[in-house]
């Protein structure tokens, strides 16, 4: 089967660092996705991990361990627009397996 | 570009209707796929396709049936709607042989009444 965890609701302030993590357990892997979804609106694509290590985006970076099933996205410098639910999803063999979400709550 | 567009933006639906969500994707993207996405579920693959003519189950395919006759095109029929049904419907394309970046819809709001 395929579980993929993460928090439900985070709260950070503005112009702070935040790092939402992502656990998964999955029968195949080939990658994880992270993607931002604002309320109301389609997911859009943030960042993809392969390999073990960083992938630096901007203000954005995410980290990928593949020996531990974890990654996580750290989101730099808060801005009150980074509120939205963060998605993690693994990839295997033409399928995504996404995680519940987590709701970030940016306060002034 | 147009990008992934989906129609119609919001349905209601008696119990044992049937209906097709549309989805096109003006960007020459190999793989599509269907989502539903649930209140606390996160996104759950419905179905996918790698190429005009291949399709696949994802994770809930029972009570949808899609086809890809075309790169363009990748319709969802739900064959005899179920409240169950009730959902946010998102479908996704990606170039696939060059990023497996997925672009999404801006999705159907279903509801089965």
């Known amino acids: 089967g395929q579980n993929i965890d993460q928090p439900t609701e985070m709260t950070a302030t503005e112009g702070a660092i935040v790092q939402i993590n992502c656990t998964y357990q999955?029968?195949?892997?080939?990658?994880l996705f992270w993607y931002q979804q604002h309320a109301g609106e389609a997911p859009t694509f943030l960042s993809y991990n392969v390999l073990d290590g960083l992938e630096e985006k901007g203000r954005f970076s995410s980290f990928l361990s593949r020996s531990k099933g974890y990654s996580y996205l750290l989101l730099k410098e808060l801005q009150m627009k980074d509120s939205a639910s963060y998605l993690c999803a693994a990839y295997n063999f033409n399928k995504f397996y996404f995680g519940s979400g987590t709701k970030l709550n940016v306060k002034p | 570009n147009a990008g992934v567009t989906q129609t119609p933006k919001f349905q209601v639906l008696k119990t044992g209707q049937s209906m097709t969500l549309q989805c096109a994707q003006d960007m020459n993207h190999e793989y599509m796929s269907w989502y539903r996405q649930d209140p606390g579920m996160g996104l759950r693959l419905i179905h996918y396709?790698?190429?005009?003519?291949?399709?696949d189950q994802g994770e809930v395919p029972n009570g949808y049936n899609v086809s890809r006759s075309t790169t363009e095109d990748f319709p969802l029929r739900l064959l005899s709607a179920a409240p169950s049904q009730t959902s946010v419907y998102f479908c996704?394309?990606?170039?696939?042989?060059?990023?497996?970046?997925?672009?999404f819809g801006p999705g159907t709001r279903l509801t089965v009444t």
């Open positions: 999955t029968s195949g892997f080939n990658g």
């Open positions: 996704a394309s990606s170039p696939r042989s060059r990023s497996l970046e997925q672009y």
């Open positions: 396709s790698v190429g005009a003519g291949i399709t």
